[in-house]
Protein backbone atom coordinates (compact mmCIF):
# COMPACT_ATOMS: atom_id res chain seq x y z
CA UNK A 1 0.00 0.00 0.00
CA UNK A 2 3.09 2.08 1.23
CA UNK A 3 4.96 1.62 -2.20
CA UNK A 4 1.41 2.41 -4.52
CA UNK A 5 0.79 5.51 -2.48
CA UNK A 6 4.42 6.55 -3.32
CA UNK A 7 3.96 5.70 -6.80
CA UNK A 8 0.50 7.18 -7.19
CA UNK A 9 2.22 10.82 -5.98
CA UNK A 10 5.12 10.76 -8.20
CA UNK A 11 2.47 10.16 -11.34
CA UNK A 12 0.78 13.43 -9.70
CA UNK A 13 4.15 15.17 -9.21
CA UNK A 14 4.90 15.08 -12.75
CA UNK A 15 1.42 15.31 -14.28
CA UNK A 16 1.40 18.68 -12.47
CA UNK A 17 5.39 19.41 -13.54
CA UNK A 18 3.95 18.91 -17.16
CA UNK A 19 0.83 21.39 -16.82
CA UNK A 20 3.22 24.04 -14.92
CA UNK A 21 5.41 23.46 -17.98
CA UNK A 22 2.88 25.38 -20.53
CA UNK A 23 3.15 29.11 -19.75
CA UNK A 24 0.81 31.43 -20.82
CA UNK A 25 3.16 34.28 -22.54
CA UNK A 26 5.83 32.70 -24.47
CA UNK A 27 8.94 34.39 -25.85
CA UNK A 28 11.01 33.94 -29.12
CA UNK A 29 14.52 35.99 -29.75
CA UNK A 30 16.93 35.94 -32.57
CA UNK A 31 19.18 35.33 -29.44
CA UNK A 32 17.05 32.23 -27.98
CA UNK A 33 17.59 28.64 -27.67
CA UNK A 34 14.58 26.52 -28.48
CA UNK A 35 16.11 23.82 -25.59
CA UNK A 36 15.37 27.02 -23.48
CA UNK A 37 11.53 27.32 -21.34
CA UNK A 38 10.52 30.10 -23.98
CA UNK A 39 10.48 32.69 -21.05
CA UNK A 40 11.17 36.51 -20.67
CA UNK A 41 14.80 35.50 -19.09
CA UNK A 42 15.72 32.28 -21.47
CA UNK A 43 13.85 32.89 -24.85
CA UNK A 44 12.99 30.36 -27.63
CA UNK A 45 14.60 30.44 -30.86
CA UNK A 46 11.65 29.37 -33.06
CA UNK A 47 7.79 29.39 -33.09
CA UNK A 48 7.73 25.87 -33.32
CA UNK A 49 9.14 25.90 -29.83
CA UNK A 50 7.19 28.59 -28.07
CA UNK A 51 4.20 26.63 -29.58
CA UNK A 52 5.01 23.57 -27.84
CA UNK A 53 5.55 25.60 -24.46
CA UNK A 54 2.57 28.04 -24.52
CA UNK A 55 -0.79 26.93 -22.94
CA UNK A 56 -4.06 26.87 -25.22
CA UNK A 57 -4.87 30.64 -25.05
CA UNK A 58 -1.80 32.17 -24.33
CA UNK A 59 0.68 34.07 -26.30
CA UNK A 60 3.90 33.88 -28.11
CA UNK A 61 5.88 37.49 -28.25
CA UNK A 62 8.77 38.35 -30.43
CA UNK A 63 11.41 40.37 -28.83
CA UNK A 64 13.35 41.73 -31.52
CA UNK A 65 13.78 41.38 -35.83
CA UNK A 66 14.08 37.88 -37.38
CA UNK A 67 12.67 35.41 -39.18
CA UNK A 68 10.48 32.82 -36.71
CA UNK A 69 10.49 29.48 -38.53
CA UNK A 70 12.62 27.42 -40.81
CA UNK A 71 9.19 25.69 -42.26
CA UNK A 72 5.08 25.70 -41.98
CA UNK A 73 4.55 26.43 -38.97
CA UNK A 74 1.25 24.47 -37.57
CA UNK A 75 -1.10 25.72 -35.17
CA UNK A 76 -3.14 23.26 -33.18
CA UNK A 77 -4.28 25.26 -30.17
CA UNK A 78 -5.36 29.10 -29.63
CA UNK A 79 -3.01 31.52 -29.49
CA UNK A 80 -2.21 35.22 -29.79
CA UNK A 81 1.27 35.49 -31.95
CA UNK A 82 2.75 38.79 -31.86
CA UNK A 83 6.00 41.15 -32.80
CA UNK A 84 6.40 43.69 -29.95
CA UNK A 85 6.49 47.66 -31.22
CA UNK A 86 9.54 48.48 -33.29
CA UNK A 87 10.31 44.54 -34.00
CA UNK A 88 9.94 43.04 -37.38
CA UNK A 89 7.96 39.75 -36.43
CA UNK A 90 8.90 37.64 -39.76
CA UNK A 91 7.50 33.93 -40.32
CA UNK A 92 8.39 33.01 -44.31
CA UNK A 93 6.68 30.20 -46.51
CA UNK A 94 9.21 28.11 -47.99
CA UNK A 95 8.97 24.63 -49.23
CA UNK A 96 6.15 24.51 -51.03
CA UNK A 97 3.95 24.64 -47.78
CA UNK A 98 2.15 27.84 -46.22
CA UNK A 99 3.79 29.75 -43.68
CA UNK A 100 1.14 29.42 -41.24
CA UNK A 101 -1.42 26.53 -41.19
CA UNK A 102 -4.26 26.61 -38.84
CA UNK A 103 -5.50 22.46 -38.83
CA UNK A 104 -7.63 21.85 -35.94
CA UNK A 105 -11.45 23.17 -35.05
CA UNK A 106 -12.62 25.10 -33.02
CA UNK A 107 -9.29 27.52 -31.82
CA UNK A 108 -9.19 31.11 -31.99
CA UNK A 109 -6.05 32.33 -33.76
CA UNK A 110 -4.48 35.78 -33.92
CA UNK A 111 -1.19 37.55 -35.76
CA UNK A 112 -0.75 41.08 -34.68
CA UNK A 113 2.26 43.17 -36.32
CA UNK A 114 3.70 40.27 -38.09
CA UNK A 115 5.15 39.68 -40.91
CA UNK A 116 4.45 37.21 -43.78
CA UNK A 117 6.45 36.81 -46.58
CA UNK A 118 8.72 34.46 -48.78
CA UNK A 119 12.52 34.46 -48.62
CA UNK A 120 14.45 35.30 -52.01
CA UNK A 121 16.82 32.26 -53.40
CA UNK A 122 14.49 29.68 -51.11
CA UNK A 123 12.33 26.75 -52.61
CA UNK A 124 8.71 28.94 -52.98
CA UNK A 125 6.26 28.29 -50.59
CA UNK A 126 2.25 28.85 -50.99
CA UNK A 127 -0.11 30.75 -48.87
CA UNK A 128 0.92 33.30 -46.41
CA UNK A 129 -1.77 31.79 -43.73
CA UNK A 130 -3.81 29.01 -44.83
CA UNK A 131 -6.52 28.08 -42.48
CA UNK A 132 -9.02 24.84 -44.02
CA UNK A 133 -11.62 22.36 -43.51
CA UNK A 134 -11.61 23.91 -40.04
CA UNK A 135 -14.29 25.89 -37.52
CA UNK A 136 -11.87 28.27 -36.37
CA UNK A 137 -11.40 32.04 -36.12
CA UNK A 138 -8.57 33.70 -37.39
CA UNK A 139 -7.42 37.59 -36.42
CA UNK A 140 -5.09 39.76 -38.61
CA UNK A 141 -4.02 42.79 -36.68
CA UNK A 142 -1.70 45.49 -38.21
CA UNK A 143 0.09 42.65 -40.06
CA UNK A 144 2.33 42.61 -43.87
CA UNK A 145 1.14 39.86 -45.72
CA UNK A 146 3.62 40.21 -49.11
CA UNK A 147 5.08 38.05 -51.90
CA UNK A 148 3.16 34.95 -51.63
CA UNK A 149 3.58 32.51 -54.76
CA UNK A 150 0.01 31.98 -53.86
CA UNK A 151 -2.96 33.60 -51.83
CA UNK A 152 -2.15 35.46 -48.49
CA UNK A 153 -4.73 34.02 -47.20
CA UNK A 154 -6.49 31.17 -47.78
CA UNK A 155 -9.82 29.67 -45.85
CA UNK A 156 -11.50 26.86 -46.48
CA UNK A 157 -14.94 25.17 -45.23
CA UNK A 158 -16.41 26.71 -42.35
CA UNK A 159 -13.56 29.36 -40.89
CA UNK A 160 -14.23 32.81 -39.98
CA UNK A 161 -11.65 35.78 -41.06
CA UNK A 162 -10.90 39.03 -39.67
CA UNK A 163 -8.34 41.32 -40.93
CA UNK A 164 -7.75 45.10 -39.59
CA UNK A 165 -5.19 47.62 -40.52
CA UNK A 166 -3.49 45.45 -42.83
CA UNK A 167 -1.49 45.75 -45.86
CA UNK A 168 -1.70 42.53 -48.16
CA UNK A 169 0.49 43.33 -51.53
CA UNK A 170 1.81 41.75 -54.42
CA UNK A 171 0.60 38.34 -54.09
CA UNK A 172 0.33 35.98 -56.90
CA UNK A 173 -2.74 34.62 -56.17
CA UNK A 174 -5.79 36.46 -53.82
CA UNK A 175 -5.20 38.67 -51.13
CA UNK A 176 -7.73 36.84 -48.98
CA UNK A 177 -9.44 34.00 -50.24
CA UNK A 178 -12.56 32.32 -48.92
CA UNK A 179 -13.45 28.96 -49.92
CA UNK A 180 -16.93 26.84 -49.52
CA UNK A 181 -18.68 28.23 -46.28
CA UNK A 182 -16.49 30.57 -45.02
CA UNK A 183 -16.47 34.40 -44.04
CA UNK A 184 -14.22 36.93 -43.67
CA UNK A 185 -14.58 41.04 -42.25
CA UNK A 186 -11.47 42.72 -43.46
CA UNK A 187 -11.59 46.44 -42.73
CA UNK A 188 -9.14 49.53 -43.03
CA UNK A 189 -6.53 47.43 -45.31
CA UNK A 190 -4.70 48.38 -48.28
CA UNK A 191 -4.62 45.00 -50.74
CA UNK A 192 -2.05 46.75 -53.20
CA UNK A 193 -1.33 44.75 -56.99
CA UNK A 194 -2.38 40.99 -55.50
CA UNK A 195 -4.27 38.80 -58.45
CA UNK A 196 -7.15 39.69 -56.71
CA UNK A 197 -8.37 41.70 -53.67
CA UNK A 198 -10.61 39.33 -52.12
CA UNK A 199 -12.76 35.65 -53.57
CA UNK A 200 -15.74 34.80 -51.97
CA UNK A 201 -16.69 31.04 -53.34
CA UNK A 202 -19.57 29.13 -52.90
CA UNK A 203 -19.51 25.47 -54.16
CA UNK A 204 -22.61 23.32 -53.55
CA UNK A 205 -22.86 23.44 -49.84
CA UNK A 206 -25.96 25.33 -48.04
CA UNK A 207 -24.90 28.56 -46.40
CA UNK A 208 -22.59 29.71 -48.79
CA UNK A 209 -19.24 32.04 -48.12
CA UNK A 210 -19.59 35.83 -47.79
CA UNK A 211 -17.26 38.78 -47.06
CA UNK A 212 -17.71 42.63 -45.61
CA UNK A 213 -15.08 44.32 -47.17
CA UNK A 214 -15.14 48.26 -45.10
CA UNK A 215 -12.98 50.68 -45.35
CA UNK A 216 -10.30 49.37 -47.71
CA UNK A 217 -8.40 50.28 -50.44
CA UNK A 218 -7.65 47.74 -53.37
CA UNK A 219 -5.28 49.17 -55.95
CA UNK A 220 -4.18 46.79 -59.44
CA UNK A 221 -4.09 43.43 -60.32
CA UNK A 222 -6.38 41.44 -62.16
CA UNK A 223 -9.67 41.66 -59.89
CA UNK A 224 -11.24 43.81 -57.28
CA UNK A 225 -13.75 41.88 -55.53
CA UNK A 226 -15.00 38.26 -56.52
CA UNK A 227 -17.95 36.36 -55.96
CA UNK A 228 -18.20 32.74 -58.02
CA UNK A 229 -20.88 29.92 -56.98
CA UNK A 230 -21.45 26.88 -58.26
CA UNK A 231 -25.04 24.90 -56.36
CA UNK A 232 -24.23 27.31 -53.43
CA UNK A 233 -23.93 31.40 -52.44
CA UNK A 234 -21.34 33.88 -52.88
CA UNK A 235 -22.00 37.41 -51.32
CA UNK A 236 -19.25 40.19 -51.06
CA UNK A 237 -19.82 43.39 -49.42
CA UNK A 238 -18.20 46.19 -50.14
CA UNK A 239 -18.59 50.01 -48.22
CA UNK A 240 -16.81 52.93 -48.14
CA UNK A 241 -13.81 51.64 -50.01
CA UNK A 242 -11.70 52.38 -53.23
CA UNK A 243 -11.25 49.69 -56.00
CA UNK A 244 -8.81 51.23 -58.75
CA UNK A 245 -6.31 49.80 -61.50
CA UNK A 246 -7.95 46.73 -62.02
CA UNK A 247 -8.53 44.67 -64.92
CA UNK A 248 -12.31 44.04 -63.40
CA UNK A 249 -13.33 45.88 -59.92
CA UNK A 250 -16.26 43.65 -59.45
CA UNK A 251 -17.25 40.61 -60.75
CA UNK A 252 -20.37 38.60 -59.79
CA UNK A 253 -20.66 34.93 -61.84
CA UNK A 254 -22.03 31.51 -61.50
CA UNK A 255 -22.39 28.61 -63.79
CA UNK A 256 -26.01 29.25 -64.03
CA UNK A 257 -26.63 27.52 -60.46
CA UNK A 258 -26.45 29.21 -57.28
CA UNK A 259 -26.13 32.46 -56.03
CA UNK A 260 -23.27 35.04 -56.68
CA UNK A 261 -24.08 38.83 -55.33
CA UNK A 262 -21.56 41.71 -55.03
CA UNK A 263 -23.28 44.84 -53.18
CA UNK A 264 -21.56 47.76 -53.41
CA UNK A 265 -21.65 51.52 -51.76
CA UNK A 266 -20.36 54.81 -50.48
CA UNK A 267 -17.72 53.76 -53.02
CA UNK A 268 -15.02 54.78 -55.59
CA UNK A 269 -14.61 52.58 -58.57
CA UNK A 270 -11.95 54.51 -60.65
CA UNK A 271 -9.78 53.09 -63.44
CA UNK A 272 -10.83 49.91 -63.97
CA UNK A 273 -10.55 48.16 -67.12
CA UNK A 274 -14.23 46.01 -66.35
CA UNK A 275 -16.06 48.35 -63.38
CA UNK A 276 -17.92 45.33 -63.14
CA UNK A 277 -18.68 41.94 -64.54
CA UNK A 278 -22.10 40.16 -64.00
CA UNK A 279 -22.25 36.78 -65.65
CA UNK A 280 -24.58 33.55 -65.11
CA UNK A 281 -28.15 33.22 -63.89
CA UNK A 282 -28.08 33.86 -60.00
CA UNK A 283 -25.53 36.10 -60.32
CA UNK A 284 -26.21 40.22 -59.31
CA UNK A 285 -24.30 43.56 -59.16
CA UNK A 286 -26.06 45.79 -56.94
CA UNK A 287 -25.60 49.31 -56.43
CA UNK A 288 -26.49 51.94 -53.50
CA UNK A 289 -26.98 55.31 -55.20
CA UNK A 290 -24.04 57.34 -53.40
CA UNK A 291 -21.50 55.25 -55.57
CA UNK A 292 -18.66 56.64 -57.10
CA UNK A 293 -17.52 55.69 -60.56
CA UNK A 294 -15.51 57.49 -62.84
CA UNK A 295 -12.91 56.70 -65.32
CA UNK A 296 -13.59 52.88 -66.00
CA UNK A 297 -13.45 51.45 -69.80
CA UNK A 298 -16.17 48.03 -70.13
CA UNK A 299 -18.89 46.69 -68.16
CA UNK A 300 -20.20 42.81 -68.64
CA UNK A 301 -24.03 42.68 -67.61
CA UNK A 302 -26.26 44.93 -65.81
CA UNK A 303 -25.59 46.58 -62.32
CA UNK A 304 -28.88 46.47 -60.50
CA UNK A 305 -29.40 50.17 -58.41
CA UNK A 306 -30.45 49.96 -55.28
CA UNK A 307 -32.18 53.22 -53.20
CA UNK A 308 -31.33 54.75 -49.94
CA UNK A 309 -33.46 52.90 -47.13
Known sequence: MIARAIVSFALLAAASGSAQALIFRAYVSAQGND???????????LLPAALAAVADGGEIWMLDSANYNTSTVTIAKSVT???????????????????????????????????????????PGTHGVEMTNVQSTLTIERSLIAGMPEDGVHVGNFGTLVVADSVMRNNAGWAVSLQTSASAVVSSTRMIDNYGGVLVNGF??????????????????????GAYAIGATARVSVSRSTIDRTNTALSATTDGTGTAEVNFGDSLVAGNFYAWYQAGAGSA?????????SRNGLTQGSKTPLGMQ
Not at 35 to 45: E, K, M, S
Not at 285 to 293: D, M, Y
Request: neutral net charge; contains cysteine; charged residues 5%.
Open 285 to 293: VLSLLNNQL
Open 204 to 225: GVSGGSHASVVDCVISGGGYGV
Open 81 to 123: ILAIPGAVGSIVAVNGGAAISITASLLQVALRNVAIVPVAGAT
Open 35 to 45: ADPCTLAQPCR
